[in-house]
């Protein structure tokens, strides 16, 4: 912004109070209007913050429910192998049972945080209002436990996965033959897997935790304590 002297010279102490008032009256005129397109740009950024996190909200309700199905599929599969396991430990090995493959292979998919994520590195979570932000700090909360308790799945995964390596024929798909184990190799197995579907259980938990909140926030509530009554989860409180 450029102030310029006066094209014709001040003759008195009027002019000069005119010319003056004229500059700043004309300053105070670029200062609002620049504050007013600041003030709307901070609007579009909080409008289109508010947009991403939704469509990030309602992403996530779709991830839950397929690991919803998948856990339900791996738990069943789980708890039968477990069986055969205890089975064949009782009958002293000779029940015969063979090891079954997972019919359902793979692993939840961890709800995305991206957008929060993005917003809070660059400082765009200082435009939502107070309750809002306090509703998506706690639904980030409950992401990071969630992501916490698939960390530990995983360990107890890769556990589980080292003792069977003991008792297949070494090949990338081959099984571990249940005849090869002895009683206690047995026992051991089937708390193994005790553990495993334990850790598997609390992944559901967490997951039924955070899309409870998530849906609570989708569907309008207005803050943190209203969120978390909306989502009947009174151990949050």
């Known amino acids: 912004m450029e102030v310029h002297a006066p094209h014709e010279p001040l003759h008195s102490w009027r002019d000069f109070w005119i010319h003056l008032g004229t500059i700043t009256i004309g300053l ?14 901070h609007v579009h950024q909080r409008h289109q913050l508010e947009e991403d ?40 090995g000779k029940a015969g049972l063979r090891y079954v493959a997972n019919p359902v292979p793979g692993q939840p998919t961890v709800p995305s945080d991206s957008v929060w994520t993005t917003a809070k590195e660059s400082m765009l979570v200082a435009l939502l209002p107070r309750t809002e932000a306090e509703m998506y700090s706690r639904l980030d909360l409950q992401h990071g436990l969630l992501r916490e308790t698939i960390s530990h799945w995983l360990e107890v995964k890769g556990e589980l996965k080292e003792f069977e390596e003991n008792f297949d024929d070494g090949e990338p798909e081959s099984t571990p033959d249940l005849g090869r184990m002895s009683a206690e190799e047995l026992h051991s197995y089937s708390m193994l897997l005790t553990k495993e579907i334990a850790a598997r259980d609390n992944v559901l938990f967490r997951l ?7 849906r609570a926030v989708l569907d309008g509530a207005r803050s943190e304590a209203e969120m978390i009554e909306m989502a009947q989860l009174p151990e949050l409180r």
């Open 28 to 41: 105070l005129i670029a200062i609002s209007l620049e504050q007013s397109v600041e003030a709307l740009h």
């Open 53 to 92: 996190l939704r469509a990030e909200g309602e992403r996530n309700v779709e991830i839950v429910q397929k690991d919803r199905r998948l856990i339900a599929a791996l738990r069943d599969w789980e708890l039968d192998l477990r069986k055969n396991v205890d089975t064949m430990r009782t009958s002293g």
């Open 208 to 214: 039924n935790n955070f899309v409870r909140l998530d």
